[in-house]
């Protein structure tokens, strides 16, 4: 029940939903992330949109794949990671999905008493926040790990520079005990 | 608040004007000594910046490339995107100032739905032109009426006024027949003004002198049309008044109406605003070294007229100092 | 940003306050957040150099130790450069506020904050301009738009100018030309006065004006990584290449970025060139002196522009030789063709550029008399003086990022394009609005591309980033090329960020891998060293 009502609000939840994740960027920003719909003038709207609906697809299925779960978070948090939030900032917008839901829907579940399945899609909620917080520790992570990667490979290039020299070194060692064996 | 704050310049303007006419019978100083006060500050003044802009040097060459450079004669170069010579740079620079290309290179791409395509979606590339349409709009329609005003310079009326006069009046709605800039001026400065209100990004960074000038205008073509269509004035008198300017025999006739006087003593302050303002943007643009110059810099060299020597690290000294590592790796010496 | 917030209450969470504080921008408030900004120079290379205020600080330092009449200096140095810059006179003057470069800025695309907008960037040091040099300003003050320079702004200038990579995407869209580059270029000139520099941007300068190269390889190590790679050619071809270094009389001096002879994958091109040359049996010499093609005095100031690039023209006069020709590399052929000749030009005494193996004159740069290795490879091959198999490159699919400064600076977008298209079957374009001269940068240029300041970087790196992930969904793009030493560092944690699984690669290395010379043994390895029929399962790792 509370599921064919979802369905059919599918788009508004999506729509509010993104609505009130763009707010959580200053007002000068979110307006340009709304209005520009051009994918690569605007990757920002355009991924986290796609996040949005593979999301709200994957809470209305009976039972959620993870690995999609994982995936269209991933796409969110991925820019939010790197974005001058917070931790709590960057992932709030999980829980905006319970307002929108209740936002949305609040007449019906009253009406239809839907109050158990409710708490049930909540506490699915709260699963997804759980998975957000590795995603989002796996994205900055993934930083720490490109920053010690760049610091690695500057190292590594440094060190086959020292290499090249010592087997150069070696080389004109080998060549002047020859020669200096050829004059003897 | 920067909106604020012109508007009320501009409405305080107005009512300096209309007081000063009306009640204070200072038609002297608004049909003869304002306006020649204000032109002699526009020459001066827009003279005074691009004498100042002109005697700044250009130390280098930094045309910004917009397309191919002409380099090996099989490659297809883009002259008027990567001028190679002055022509194409002239050229180039008409069509920055004829037709606004820069504003209109706003390439946007968005998804349509495709059945075809993977994911059922394909690129559409349009050209997000509002910012584009709204300022050419605005620019062309402010030089018709402009040369349409010729009318009150000049005696005899020069050739072209009353060609324009037939075509912008082309549709022959109303009496006095109804014309077309007029309304697309007033539409693209509001068109320009409430884009600084509604998007975010250009609010953001108005300030009030952004605002300025367009309430200036809006009150320059509103008082204009008022008087054209509603509330007419003299205008054998107007011309009198225009004529007597323009021959250094200032006569200020009576009974023109204030309504005259407040589009004029606007007239003036812009025209008076115009040199201190981002309005010399004008005379800038034809100045600006990143779209007036070729790029051709490898083929012509550009001199810099303030070119000073630095402190370089000569091969000599350079070889001094790591003589011994040049010495072991076998590499040759100079200085022997 | 800090720790108070975390503080928060779950329920709490749920009332965030999310609007934005309502400031003007005219306030100046920057939080030096690790991660989004660089750090200082090191004292040492300021002194080296025998530049301002060598100390030891970092901007997120409360205590700047700024000399005590630093407001004097930066206005005195705003002076003089107002008076000898067209282009910062009129920058200053004529912006319209349009908005028409406010969203073409990668990092304003990718991180949303509204400084980041070009015209605001500007306003930055527009508002001090006005405050201090204009009538208007001086007398209404900030209903002018005026602004009094503090500290708070000095910092301010340092965080923006510093997030600045000067790739001019936004010069291309605005009605009158107005370069943010060239207004990051005079605000860094300025921080430089008082000795705001960052180290990323300043040492390879102090290294380069030492040993000659921004990496300070001195000559014995310079030349003894050219012979490794000598050797590494024999193991793939079974050919040694020809390597010579410092030749007096040599017909072509060849200057290539130090990266190249540093770091994969830019040693890969630079194999690529060495095997290029031997084929075609090219009279040239390598330099130890002016060994590096890089210019990061451009990321300082126009003064360490000259200084470093003196080198080149002063090489090819000792070594007696005729044309010089120039790696792939961004920055460094913004400066070979918009500053090289001017500032330490006329180099009279070469010759006009001609290609000894096809005959061609190179007549764009008669006067530079420095040629592009993508002109002069395009020529060969157009005159089909090579023998290529860009079959061994089938397991790659290789799309191309025009660099900042070739496309916007210098204008070669065909060339490298038309090399590819000969060297490798799989050939696919970015979209429209991503490539040519409307391309992304790579978010690291201007000596931003350092490991500290890795968060911004994957910032402003998301358009391209984007753009590289839409081609490897729809085409299996696994290669990333480009014609620049900065891309090849900066692009790789780029893609590995926002488009796992591609490799970024020079044009010349792809050039390496399809070029058949003449007696070379049957080619097993490409020249990353891997079997080059099973390429394709590497790139899954």
Request: aromatic share 12%; glycine share 6%; proline share 5%.
């Amino acid at each position: 029940m509370l599921r064919d009502l979802l369905s059919r609000k599918r788009s508004s939840i999506v729509e509010k939903w993104f609505d009130l994740l763009l707010e959580t960027y200053p007002e000068d920003t979110s307006k340009f992330l709304r209005r520009e719909k051009d994918p690569f003038a605007n990757p920002v709207r355009n991924t986290i949109l796609q996040g949005i609906e593979g999301l709200c697809d994957e809470i209305l299925k009976e039972d959620e794949s993870p690995e999609a779960l994982n995936a269209f978070l991933d796409k969110i948090i991925r820019i939010r990671a790197v974005q001058d939030f917070s931790p709590s900032q960057a992932l709030a917008f999980v829980f905006f999905l319970k307002t929108v839901i209740r936002d949305v829907l609040g007449k019906e579940i009253r009406e239809n008493h839907l109050h158990e399945p409710l708490l049930l899609l909540e506490s699915r909620i709260d699963e997804m926040a759980l998975r957000a917080f590795d995603v989002y520790m796996g994205c900055r992570e993934e930083i720490y790990e490109l920053r010690v990667g760049e610091v690695k490979r500057q190292r590594e290039a440094a060190f086959r520079m020292l290499e090249r020299s010592e087997r150069a070194a070696k080389k004109r060692l080998e060549k002047q005990e020859t020669s200096s064996r050829d004059a003897d | 608040m920067n909106a604020l704050y012109a508007l009320f310049a501009v409405v305080a303007l107005m009512l300096l004007a209309f007081l000063g006419v009306s009640t204070a019978d200072l038609n002297v100083l608004f049909g003869a000594i304002v306006p020649y006060a204000a032109v002699s500050v526009f020459l001066i003044g827009v003279s005074y910046r691009v004498l100042k802009w002109a005697t700044v040097p250009v130390p280098f060459r930094i045309t910004t490339v917009c397309g191919q450079e002409k380099s090996l004669p099989w490659i297809k170069s883009s002259p008027l995107e990567s001028p190679h010579n002055g022509v194409y740079a002239a050229l180039r620079m008409a069509l920055e100032v004829l037709a606004f290309r820069s504003l209109f290179r706003n390439t946007r791409i968005s998804l349509a739905p495709d059945e075809k395509s993977i994911g059922g979606k394909r690129i559409v590339y349009s050209s997000n032109f509002f910012l584009w349409l709204g300022a050419l709009a605005f620019h062309y329609c402010f030089l018709i009426i402009l040369l349409r005003h010729f009318r009150f310079f000049t005696e005899p009326v020069v050739f072209f006024v009353p060609l324009l006069q037939d075509l912008d009046g082309f549709f022959q709605v109303g009496v006095p027949g109804v014309y077309m800039t007029g309304l697309i001026f007033v539409a693209a400065v509001g068109y320009l003004l409430l884009r600084r209100f509604s998007n975010p990004q250009v609010r953001y960074i108005s300030l009030a002198a952004d605002y300025f000038p367009l309430f200036l205008l809006l009150g320059i073509a509103g008082s204009g049309i008022l008087m054209r269509y509603f509330f007419k004035v003299d205008v054998v008198k107007v011309k009198e008044l225009m004529m007597g300017l323009i021959g250094f025999h200032p006569v200020v006739p009576d009974g023109i109406g204030s309504l005259f006087y407040i589009h004029l003593f606007l007239v003036c302050v812009l025209v008076a605003y115009f040199p201190f303002s981002k309005l010399v943007h004008m005379a800038g643009i034809f100045l600006s070294p990143t779209r007036n110059m070729a790029n051709d810099n490898r083929a012509h060299r550009h001199i810099n007229p303030w070119n000073y020597p630095v402190d370089v690290h000569t091969y000599e000294d350079w070889e001094e100092e790591f003589k011994d590592k040049l010495i072991a790796a076998g590499l040759p010496l100079d200085k022997g | 940003m800090s720790s108070e917030e975390l503080d928060i209450k779950p329920e709490e969470l749920l009332d965030f306050d999310y609007d934005p504080p309502q400031k003007d921008w005219m306030d100046p408030s920057v939080a030096f957040r690790k991660g989004t900004y660089c750090y200082s120079a090191a004292p040492k290379n300021l002194e080296y150099l025998g530049l301002p205020n060598p100390r030891d600080w970092q901007p997120h330092d409360k205590d700047w130790k700024l000399p005590p009449d630093w407001k004097e200096t930066i206005l005195d140095g705003m002076k003089d450069r107002l008076s000898k810059f067209r282009s910062f006179q009129l920058f200053m003057d004529i912006c319209v506020r349009c908005g028409a470069c406010a969203d073409k800025c990668h990092f304003f695309i990718g991180s949303g904050d509204p400084k980041n907008m070009p015209v605001l960037r500007a306003e930055l040091m527009r508002s001090v301009y006005r405050n201090d040099f204009t009538a208007a300003g001086k007398i209404l003050g900030k209903l002018a738009g005026g602004r009094e320079l503090t500290e708070e702004v000095l910092k301010e200038w340092f965080y923006y100018f510093y997030q600045c990579t000067e790739c001019r995407r936004c010069s291309v869209f605005c009605p009158y030309g107005i370069d943010t580059a060239e207004i990051t270029m005079m605000a860094r000139e300025l921080l430089n006065l008082v000795g705001c520099n960052i180290n990323w941007a300043l040492e390879p300068v102090a290294n380069c004006q030492r040993t000659g190269n921004h990496l300070g390889i001195q000559p014995h190590t310079f030349k003894d990584s050219l012979e490794f790679f000598q050797d590494e050619i024999e193991d793939i071809t079974g050919i040694k290449v020809n390597l010579p270094i410092n030749k007096k009389g040599a017909d072509v001096l060849f200057v290539v970025p130090s990266g190249d002879y540093f770091a994969d994958p830019g040693t890969f091109t630079l194999m690529g060139y060495l095997m290029l040359f031997h084929e075609i049996g090219l009279d040239y010499t390598w330099s130890t002196y002016a060994s590096e093609g890089g210019n990061f005095g451009l990321f300082n100031s126009h003064e360490l522009i000259k200084r470093l690039n003196a080198k080149i023209y002063l090489e090819a006069k000792r070594l007696g030789v005729k044309w010089i020709l120039g790696g792939e590399c961004g920055h460094m052929w913004r400066v070979v063709n918009q500053y090289m000749d001017t500032m330490n030009g006329p180099a009279d005494f070469l010759e006009e550029p001609v290609s000894p193996i096809t005959g061609t004159k190179f007549e764009n740069a008669k006067s530079t008399k420095m040629v592009h290795i993508c002109e002069f490879t395009a020529d060969l091959m157009q005159h089909n003086k090579l023998k290529l198999d860009p079959s061994r490159n089938d397991s790659l699919r290789v799309t191309f990022h025009d660099s900042c400064n070739p496309s916007r600076a210098m204008g070669i977008l065909e060339e490298p394009r038309y090399v590819l298209r000969n060297v490798c079957k799989h050939f696919y374009e970015m979209p429209e609005n991503t490539i040519r001269e409307q391309t992304y940068c790579c978010a690291g240029g201007a000596g931003l591309g350092t490991d500290e300041n890795m968060e911004m970087r994957m910032r402003g790196g998301l358009p391209r980033g984007n753009a590289v992930r839409h081609v490897q969904m729809k085409h299996d793009v696994n290669r990333l090329a480009c014609i620049c030493a900065i891309d090849r560092a900066t692009l790789i944690p780029l893609v590995d960020y926002w488009a796992p699984g591609v490799e970024v690669t020079g044009v010349h290395e792809l050039v390496g891998n399809a070029l058949v010379m003449k007696g070379e043994k049957e080619r097993e390895l490409s020249m990353r060293g891997d079997p080059l029929n099973e390429m394709e399962d590497d790139e899954d790792v």
